[in-house]
Nanobody, 112 residues
Framework: QVQLVESGGGLVQPGGSLRLSCAAS???????MDWYRQAPGKQRELVAQ???????NYAGSVKGRFTISKDNSKNTVYLQMNNLKPEDTAVYYC???????WGQGTQVTVSS
């Protein structure tokens, strides 16, 4: 069992940046970690994943703008989001890959 707590969401103007954090209640050194998002009326989608070895993969819609990283010493995974667009508005969730462990989500709203 693991608890995941996201933070860092908020309201930002188009073109702005945010960094999301996901703190785990135990070590994640041997776990791949995911960031998902769910916009109103849409299905939850995988945004980024980082493997145990630190390899990152991204959805095409965020590639080049978002960066996922993992600090094993802090049991925390991050999502740096740059050049945000209104279509990035969603609740963002972190998940332990392959496990049914999710955080409560953090709202990101991109609007002028």
């Amino acid at each position: 069992q693991v608890q995941l707590v996201e933070s860092g969401g908020g309201l930002v103007q188009p073109g702005g940046s945010l960094r999301l954090s996901c703190a785990a209640s135990r070590s994640i050194v041997f776990n791949a970690m995911d960031w998902y998002r769910q916009a109103p009326g849409k299905q939850r989608e995988l945004v980024a994943q980082i493997t145990v070895g630190g390899v990152a993969n991204y959805a095409g819609s965020v590639k080049g703008r978002f960066t996922i990283s993992k600090d094993n010493s802090k049991n925390t995974v991050y999502l740096q989001m740059n050049n945000l667009k209104p279509e990035d508005t969603a609740v963002y969730y972190c998940r332990m890959s392959g496990k049914d462990y999710w955080g409560q989500g953090t709202q990101v709203t991109v609007s002028s």
